[in-house]
């Protein structure tokens, strides 16, 4: 079995999975509720909710981009970059995890003539960042919101990314262990973080507030789909608990998170509305957040596989 033939069928496996999510979460909670909660929910609070999503999911993330690539001295045009990751955006219904990602490498590559390590490292660059953006604003919320959950942990987590973003030295003692193993791994290591190296002090700080921006827009999100439906969350508490449903969500097992995310909401935020309002406001964040972002890269799917001017 080829590799495209596995995603496909791990998609379907995904999509059987995310359905029986759903049909369970609907046996169990009466749908006719659920459905007059999305439709009685406030449409201003809905067209904000889609007016930030599209901003910042496709037009500021874009921007994000094309910056991190002029930083390994890629210069492409907004329009193009624009195109290139909202064009990726579907292949994330078929693959897992982020290896969608990878289609925007192999662009870069094939394309435009950049290394394929050097097109791979500005991915990690960006990823490295929401990362640590997430970390601290979950960080953030954690120290209003008193939970059992010992803080430790994301905090050395925060200060690792922090000095591996910022620390030269500690990069350069930790590419010696590739080194060893063998030459070839240790100049693919170099170019993996290429983007971490040649980015400035100021360019990273400047990143940093993008990724700031952009992370932020998801726990902003729901907190206002929350108020759509007519439910009263502490947005502290949206700080902390978000991310744990964004962790889990990261794993392959649904399609696009559809089933988990909802059963997460309604599980996690149970103190704070019936479970029908807390499935409508799942439904709206999978909405909203991940499947209009990824129905607005459809408009761009066809050009960016065929790899046309």
Sequence with gaps: MNILSWNWMRSFIALVISSLIVVLLFSKIDAQQVWHAVGTSSLGWLALAALISLSVNI???AAKWQRILRVLGCFLPYRE?????????PLKVVFPLKTSELFKVLYLERKKKIAFVRAASSL?????????VTVGIFLVGLSVVKIAFSSWIPLAALLTLLIFLFCDRVRNLLMVIPGRIHPRVHQFAQGLFSGFTEASVRE????????????F??????YILFKAVGLSVPFSLVLVLVPLIMVIN??????LGLGTREALIIFL???????ALLLSAGLLVSFIEHVLPVAFGLFFLKTFISHKD
């Design 59 to 61: 037009f500021l993330g």
């Design 81 to 89: 970059v624009l195109a290139i990751r909202s064009g990726c955006l």
């Design 124 to 132: 990690l660059l960006d990823k490295s960042l929401n990362l640590l």
């Design 204 to 215: 990273k700080l400047i990143l940093i507030c993008y990724s700031l921006v952009y992370q």
């Design 217 to 222: 827009s998801e726990f902003v999100n729901t």
């Design 250 to 255: 990261n794993f392959p097992v649904t399609v």
């Design 269 to 275: 935020f149970a103190k704070y509305g019936t479970p």
